[in-house]
């Protein structure tokens, strides 16, 4: 038990993905898909949270009108170290995902300008182009140190903290639901989807 906890300790390293007291937490990903594996997707992977946003995640999509059959959270421990501090976008969205960054002031508009064009041109991008520029300042965002993003998410978590990782190896799958939850989609989950569907 103790070369696992040693083992642990290492993978995560100095990752802020903890609570106040230091402690690591787990965080949820909201999903519908009941096999899902974490995957990289503009250069980032998931977005994590703690129930109660992820849960609004799939509230929200149901609202949208998205086909919600079986909404699911997938638990993990992150391992982010340094990770963007940034307000809350159109991850996938090129021009409010860029404009985002540069708020942050860690990367000018000259430099995703080298990158991605004009200003202009962010709004006028195929989705394939979309997808390959939001990698390109992902890539400038690890280049200057950075291990992922960390932003306060307004839109289903009233604020609350949600967690993107730049690579999968900073994604540790939790072997159980954590001690708060009864499975991986809590009974308040639950009651809150079928009430939707």
């Given at each position: 038990?103790?070369?696992?906890?040693?083992?642990?300790?290492?993978?995560?390293?100095?990752?802020?993905?903890?609570?106040?007291?230091?402690?690591?937490?787990?965080?949820?990903?909201?999903?519908?898909?009941?096999?899902?594996?974490?995957?990289?997707?503009?250069?980032?992977?998931?977005?994590?949270?703690?129930?109660?946003?992820?849960?609004?995640?799939?509230?929200?999509?149901?609202?949208?009108?998205?086909?919600?059959?079986?909404?699911?959270?997938?638990?993990?421990?992150?391992?982010?170290?340094?990770?963007?501090?940034?307000?809350?976008?159109?991850?996938?969205?090129?021009?409010?995902?860029?404009?985002?960054?540069?708020?942050?002031?860690?990367?000018?508009?000259?430099?995703?300008?080298?990158?991605?064009?004009?200003?202009?041109?962010?709004?006028?991008?195929?989705?394939?182009?979309?997808?390959?520029?939001?990698?390109?300042?992902?890539r400038l965002l690890r280049d200057g140190g950075f291990d992922g993003i960390a932003y306060e998410n307004y839109i289903e978590g009233g604020g609350s903290l949600t967690w993107i990782p730049f690579t999968l190896d900073q994604i540790l799958e939790a072997p159980e639901s954590p001690p708060a939850s009864d499975s991986p989609i809590s009974s308040r989950t639950a009651a809150v989807m079928i009430d939707?569907?």
């Amino acid at each position: 038990m103790a070369r696992r906890q040693d083992e642990f300790d290492s993978w995560f390293g100095h990752s802020v993905v903890t609570d106040d007291l230091g402690n690591p937490i787990f965080v949820a990903h909201a999903t519908d898909d009941p096999t899902f594996v974490p995957a990289l997707r503009y250069g980032m992977g998931p977005h994590f949270s703690d129930e109660e946003t992820a849960t609004n995640r799939l509230i929200q999509r149901a609202e949208d009108g998205d086909e919600v059959d079986e909404g699911s959270l997938y638990w993990a421990h992150l391992r982010i170290e340094r990770p963007l501090r940034m307000r809350d976008v159109h991850f996938d969205e090129l021009c409010t995902f860029i404009e985002g960054v540069v708020d942050t002031g860690v990367i000018s508009e000259c430099e995703v300008r080298a990158c991605c064009g004009s200003r202009e041109s962010w709004y006028r991008v195929s989705s394939q182009q979309n997808a390959a520029l939001i990698s390109q300042v992902v890539r400038l965002l690890r280049d200057g140190g950075f291990d992922g993003i960390a932003y306060e998410n307004y839109i289903e978590g009233g604020g609350s903290l949600t967690w993107i990782p730049f690579t999968l190896d900073q994604i540790l799958e939790a072997p159980e639901s954590p001690p708060a939850s009864d499975s991986p989609i809590s009974s308040r989950t639950a009651a809150v989807m079928i009430d939707i569907v």
